[in-house]
């Protein structure tokens, strides 16, 4: 076997991990690229089984193009890359593939200033800085919607509905004022819960992303957990059922929008 396979073999062995994170100072596993390598794992772990480690060679191959022998345990050349250059290929990816596909999925998608989150990862894929102000601005409302549509509603529903009901008929309830109590109690605890939800996350991503990105920090990308949010964009798909996708399954469009912004990143590190 060659050290090209043997490192091909080691990646794919990495991704297919329950533990495939980056992990800041381990001494095994995947080093490098750090800001990719959660986005990987999950968009690895999304893709149908009969194509995901296809693409994850393609992907290897790329990221040993750019960053070196081995992009699972060879030297991270990425440091070498300047301040404004360093989350290139995120935003890169945000702007041409995730925003796209959101946008075109979201219910009430005319809320959300998809121009402004736009332009903002567009000038930061070319290495112009943005104050995190503007960028928290820019987020918050595209986080509160797409977490919103994410939740489960049917499982909430469900649980809500379930508990409700068995408490109205140990209070004597008959079994058709019991499920009418549920349904009004599922209701309002669903509607309650997916605020809750999307809020608490809106909140939350939209300061901590604001700041790294204003920041370039790849270290602090992979503390906002972007391998969650790899999931929440799919899950918010197959929750608002789009069925008009150019793409088809949404973890196939936004795993090879990850390549694309890759190959488009050439002429950055190129230079």
Not at 42 to 61: E, F, I, K, N, S
Not at 93 to 116: D, I, K
Not at 188 to 214: G, I, K, M, P, Q
């Amino acid at each position: 076997m060659t050290s090209t396979t043997d490192g091909a073999a080691g990646f794919l062995t990495a991704l297919r991990s329950p533990d495939a994170e980056y992990r800041p100072g381990a001494t095994s596993g995947p080093a490098s690229p750090m800001e990719l390598w959660p986005v990987a794992g999950a968009l690895h772990d999304t893709l149908p089984t009969d194509v995901r480690d296809g693409w994850a060679l393609r992907l290897y191959a790329l990221l040993q193009e750019r960053y070196g022998k081995n992009p699972v345990t060879g030297p991270p050349a990425y440091h070498s890359q300047p301040v404004g250059q360093r989350l290139s290929v995120i935003h890169d990816w945000q702007r041409h593939t995730v925003l796209p596909l959101v946008a075109e999925t979201m219910p009430g998608a005319e809320a959300v200033p998809f121009s402004s989150l736009t332009r903002l990862h567009t000038e930061a894929s070319a290495g112009r800085a943005t104050a995190p102000d503007a960028w928290r601005t820019a987020l918050h409302p595209f986080l509160l919607h797409l977490h919103a549509t994410a939740f489960d509603r049917t499982a909430a529903y469900a649980e809500g509905h379930d508990g409700a009901r068995a408490y109205a008929l140990s209070q004597g309830r008959s079994p058709a004022e019991a499920d009418a109590y549920g349904h009004e109690y599922a209701k309002l605890s669903c509607t309650a819960n997916v605020r809750a939800f999307a809020e608490a996350h809106a909140l939350a991503l939209s300061d901590a992303l604001a700041l790294t990105y204003a920041a370039d920090d790849r270290g602090a990308y992979v503390e906002t957990f972007p391998g969650s949010s790899v999931r929440a964009v799919v899950r918010f798909c197959h929750q608002a059922r789009s069925h008009h996708l150019a793409a088809g399954n949404p973890a196939t469009r936004l795993s090879e929008g990850l390549l694309t912004a890759l190959i488009r990143g050439r002429s950055l590190w190129s230079r």
